[in-house]
């Protein structure tokens, strides 16, 4: 699956392998009084801090704002 894309020497896809493409699956989106975010597969880091930071949430997840978030998670 890709989500983010993001792996810096570019081989994270085999030869020959089927790519299930979630990049376009980019919705954030916030519960304010659980305070939790409900993030599809395909949503960066970014994504995530500019919706959350919205409401004052903070997410410990990575540094980089182009990681996938469901990669990140796996």
Known sequence: MRS???HVAGTAVCNKGLMIDL???VKVSVD???RIAVVEAG?????????????????PTGTVSE???????L
């Open 23 to 25: 990049s376009d699956m």
């Open 4 to 6: 983010g894309g993001h």
């Open 43 to 59: 949503a960066t880091l970014g994504d995530v801090d500019t919706e959350t930071q919205k409401y004052g949430l903070a997410t």
């Open 32 to 34: 304010t009084v659980r």
């Open 67 to 73: 990681t996938g978030v469901a990669g990140l998670a």
